[in-house]
Nanobody, 131 residues
Framework: VQLMESGGGSFQSGGSLKLSCVTT????????FGWFRQGLGKEREGVAI???????TYADSVKGRFTISRDNAKNTVDLQVSSLQPEDTGTYFC??????????????????????????WGQGTQVTVSS
């Protein structure tokens, strides 16, 4: 399983952007995907998660501005960000996990906001937001 992010760059505060993650290799439709970001000197944090059935969850800090979506036919997972803020600056990573049915059924989706849940990661794409 390989993941590759794109769409990063330099943006103005108040603007919007769309990040894309293309997955290759064997990707089962039951995969959980997440978008994470890491600011300079900060820990990696989960911002948006999407389940196999399209259910989503977000970090409280980004609710209302971030939207995650997936297209299983195209093997892509996108992240749309609106009302950009300088605090959104960082490296954005796409990640994938294939939890067992038991684990997924017994856990809230927010569990997958934690980076350690994911065995598969992309290389990241840099986003810089200037005021």
């Amino acid at each position: 399983v390989q993941l590759m992010e794109s769409g990063g760059g330099s943006f103005q505060s108040g603007g919007s952007l769309k990040l894309s993650c293309v997955t290759t290799g064997y990707i089962h439709s039951s995969y959980v995907f997440g978008w994470f970001r890491q600011g300079l000197g900060k820990e990696r944090e989960g911002v948006a998660i999407i389940d196999s059935d399209g259910t989503t969850t977000y970090a409280d800090s980004v609710k209302g501005r971030f939207t995650i979506s997936r297209d299983n036919a195209k093997n892509t997972v996108d992240l749309q960000v609106s009302s950009l803020q300088p605090e959104d600056t960082g490296t954005y990573f796409c990640a994938a996990d294939y939890p067992s049915e038991g684990v997924r059924a017994g856990s809230p989706l927010r569990r997958w906001l934690q980076p350690h849940e994911y065995p598969y990661w992309g290389q990241g794409t840099q986003v810089t937001v200037s005021s």
